[in-house]
């Protein structure tokens, strides 16, 4: 798996404003390059495109643990059958 300079045709260019994942572009980590491509292989050298940002996960988990902070301390009653 090499890069044959195909992905070259598919550059996909920097956009302004957004980030290059949240419209759709992909990027080869052998051809270290930004492709705008619709499959889920790099047509020059056949590696699996990235799709998200390497650190998604982790800014989910972020982000879930800040919500969960921001509600506070649950407290949870329990009724007496009398």
């Known amino acids: 798996m090499t890069c044959k300079d195909i992905c ?9 404003g957004s ?8 990027r080869c980590q052998i051809c270290e390059i930004f492709l705008k491509w619709d499959g889920l292989w790099c047509p020059c ?3 699996r495109l990235r799709t998200r940002n390497l ?13 969960t902070e921001m509600m506070g301390p649950v407290f949870i009653h329990a009724k007496k059958n009398v």
């Open 8 to 16: 070259i045709r598919h550059k996909a260019q920097k956009p302004v």
């Open 45 to 47: 050298c056949g590696y």
């Open 19 to 26: 980030g290059r994942y949240a419209i759709g572009q992909k």
């Open 55 to 67: 650190k998604y996960k982790a800014k989910l988990r972020a982000r879930k643990k800040n919500q």
